[in-house]
């Protein structure tokens, strides 16, 4: 299962050739920064976040795809630059049952609007494949750019949740598709 965008190809994993790349992006603090936390993952562990994202394909038919650039997006046709899509966030019971919007790219591809397109098509594709009505953005306060996102995909702030793990504050952004 593909969604191809007008500069992103947002594809199935190919975890000999991507988990490289996963690994590198998971252990860049300035990435993980917004990410439970905080704390950058190991090489295991980022194979183990791997393992978890293509578990939940298998269990639900949808899920986190990996997000690669185009030639003409300015990088190399293949690479991967981090991932987005739609995952159930288990990690937070008090928004369940809900579907959420998720992405994470590497640094060098911040700031370009990837992150957005690939939410986009990732929300566009559930709305229409799934039958979602309403999808969330779980952001924690300062995340900026992640905001900017979410708002961009016109997502309005609802009620506050409480981290189960760290206790920090959560800011859930949530998504109903229009009448």
Known sequence: MTLETERLLLRAWRPDADLARLAALCAD???????????????????????AITRH???HGYGLWAVEVKREAGGRRG????????????????????VECGWRLARPWWGRGLA????????????ERLGLERV?????????RSIRVAEKLGMRRGRDRIHPLTGGRLWVY???SPA
């Open 79 to 98: 690479e991967l630059v981090g991932f987005a899509g739609l995952a159930i966030p288990s990690f937070l019971p008090a928004v369940l049952p809900a």
């Open 57 to 59: 394909w298998d269990d």
């Open 116 to 127: 957005t397109e690939a939410a986009r098509a990732s929300v566009a594709w559930g709305r």
């Open 29 to 51: 603090p300035q990435v993980m920064r917004f990410i439970g936390t905080g704390r950058t993952l190991a090489a295991g562990e980022a194979g183990a976040l791997l393992g």
């Open 136 to 144: 969330l953005s779980i952001i924690m306060p300062g995340n900026t």
């Open 174 to 176: 949530e998504s109903e």
